[in-house]
């Protein structure tokens, strides 16, 4: 059964950094591309970054670009997103995405970052 865990969220004062982890099980990790996508209350989820197979081909959202990076670790299974300069507006749940043979429809329960002085 396809798992995605998603933790690292919490509370950090605008400036702040925090690291998410996304830890993948039940298929076939390294053959699929991961993404990190947001929901703030009140609004849509939206895409944030995406990384391929092999992590050499990145996608970040303009919002987040130059502040965020995202990688992986193929050998533990887990997808990362480094956050950096962290503003108010970063404030929302943070969710795993999994594209797993095409199929896109695979999500982790989200970790909750809030940024706030």
């Known amino acids: 059964q396809v798992q995605l865990v998603e933790s690292g969220g919490g509370l950090v004062q605008p400036g702040g950094s925090l690291r998410l982890s996304c830890a993948a099980s039940?298929?076939?990790?390294?053959?699929?591309?991961m993404s990190w996508y947001r929901q703030a209350p009140g609004k849509e989820r939206e895409l944030v970054a995406v990384?391929?197979?092999?992590?050499?081909?990145?996608y970040y959202a303009d919002s987040v670009k130059g502040r965020f990076t995202i990688s992986r670790d193929n050998a533990k299974n887990t997808m990362y997103l480094q956050m950096n300069s962290l503003k108010p507006e970063d404030t929302a749940v943070y969710y795993c995405?999994?594209?797993?043979?095409?199929?896109?429809?695979?999500w982790g329960q989200g970790t909750q970052v809030t940024v706030s002085s």
């Open positions: 990384i391929n197979t092999f992590g050499h081909s990145t």
């Open positions: 039940g298929f076939a990790f390294s053959s699929s591309g």
């Open positions: 995405n999994a594209d797993i043979r095409g199929r896109l429809g695979y």
